[in-house]
């Protein structure tokens, strides 16, 4: 089995403690200074100051990497993507610039039913080298994990074409990748005029047949106005939950659902968006273990003016993440220390609680805490080390990209060896 020392770690943020990280516990980054490494096979075996990691008799005959002093921490869990899609929808970026809204665009078939049209005609083969380029962008920033979700086929072979692509991408390149089923993403052409059927479908066919295949292990919807309705989500998660996939939801983006109240009544893994709760369901969700994912890379990219209340989720104890939302409508991007920058400088967090926001709590909310989201023994040696002497230059320096190594389970998978 490899063995590998790590040293030079100027600050070794460790995010060891309690799992999920709500309240001043996320500000808690678990620093090792001067700290080091051990890792064998694909896994920590050791971690602390480097003069007691390299002491180990183990460690001395291992393989060294020296990082030279960087700021290094646990690779980044991207708990929100649509990683498979078959175009940009730069068209779209302009008439938004010019003065369309998203919601409009999409009332006039552009917006999520575009990319469905046009995935549907799309090879497999074709979406799976620009989902494999884009995952080693991912790597490029930090990232070793990522949830990824179906909804640009809405209908059986689309979905279906989605989840095995992603399973076999999850086997054959280094990130981990976990699925979420997206079927109620928005009503489908075909079923414009009667969704009810569309709801039927899912609860009766496509989420069991899900299931029973193996093919996610989360199911979302997106309930919001012109998409599902509260109602309509609570038939399809209950449907999700009792075949043993776990709720998600896309929440409150656009206007207050109650689908936040929703997750914790379905005890959700998470509750994304969050844009237009109140501060009555921002204590409400404080009381539950539904992570509260933010996804400032939207109104960013959209250019709205509305801000998810972060602090008010923070303030009052919620378990906040953070994610990408990587997708071609409302937020391309794969870079979570953008986000982080956006984390910070638009919604108030520190860049303590975006660190935190964007490691740990995202791995539980994926349920992978036992082995990604902080560097300590029996986890996945999933490292990121920025060239920066201060953790908090990673989100101060917005729109660069500082991470100079990533590894995922042991193996430096950025730079690339030549
Ligand atoms: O999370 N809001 C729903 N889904 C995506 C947008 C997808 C798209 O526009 O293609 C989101 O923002
Ligand atoms: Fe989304």
Redesign the pocket.
Same mark, same amino acid.
Do not use: E, K
């Given at each position: 089995m490899s063995e590998l020392l790590v040293t030079a770690c100027a600050e070794l943020l460790t995010l060891r403690g309690p799992v999920p990280r709500r309240g001043p516990a996320m500000r808690d980054l678990g620093v090792i200074r001067d700290g080091a490494i051990f890792i064998r096979g694909d896994r920590i075996a050791a971690v602390g100051p480097r003069r007691r990691v390299e002491a180990l008799r183990e460690a001395r005959h291992a393989d060294k990497l020296d990082l030279g002093g960087r700021v290094v921490l646990p690779g980044f869990v991207d708990s *929100?993507t649509?990683l498979v899609?078959p175009e940009s929808?730069v068209d779209e970026y302009e008439q938004r610039i010019a003065g369309k809204s998203?919601e409009e665009i999409?009332r006039n078939g552009g917006?999520?039913l575009s990319?469905v049209n046009a995935l549907r005609k799309a090879s497999p083969r074709g979406l799976a080298a620009r989902a494999s380029s884009y995952l080693e962008k991912f790597a490029r920033h930090g990232t070793t994990t990522i949830e990824a979700k179906s +909804?640009?086929g809405l209908d059986w072979r689309g979905e279906a074409k989605i989840l095995h692509l992603l399973d076999a991408l999850h086997q054959d390149q280094p990130l981990d990748i976990v699925r979420t089923f997206l079927g109620a *993403?928005?009503v489908p052409p075909e079923y414009r005029r009667r969704p009810a059927e569309y709801v039927d479908l899912l609860v009766r066919r496509w989420i069991p047949s899900v299931a029973t295949a193996g093919l996610a292990e989360f199911c979302d919807v997106?309930c919001?106005r012109g998409?599902f309705t509260l109602p309509q989500a609570r038939r399809i998660l209950k449907a999700a939950r009792a075949c043993g996939l776990v709720p998600r939801i *896309?929440a409150a983006?656009f206007e207050r659902t109650g689908a936040a109240s929703l997750a914790i009544e379905l005890q959700a893994a998470s509750a994304? *968006?969050l844009d237009h709760i109140r501060d009555s369901d921002a204590r409400a969700l404080a009381l539950s273990n539904v992570v509260c994912t933010l996804?400032p890379g939207?109104n960013f990219h959209l250019g709205l003016p509305q801000r998810a209340p972060a602090r008010p989720l923070l303030d009052s104890g919620a378990v906040v993440a953070l994610a990408t939302?990587f997708?071609? +409508?409302?937020?391309p991007t794969v870079s979570m220390p953008m986000i982080l920058s956006l984390a910070c400088s638009q919604l108030r967090m520190t860049p303590a609680e975006a660190i935190s926001a964007a490691t740990i709590n995202p791995a539980y909310s994926l349920r992978v805490h036992d082995r990604a989201g902080s560097i300590e023994v029996g986890k996945y040696a999933d490292l990121a080390a920025f060239d920066v002497a201060d953790h908090r230059e990673i989100p101060y320096h917005f729109g660069v990209n500082l991470c100079s190594m990533t590894m995922k389970r042991g193996v430096v998978i950025h730079p690339k060896k030549p």
């Open positions: *929100h649509h899609f929808r998203y999409a917006g999520i990319t +909804g640009y *993403h928005v997106y919001d998409a *896309h983006q994304d *968006h996804l939207c939302d997708n071609p +409508g409302t937020s």
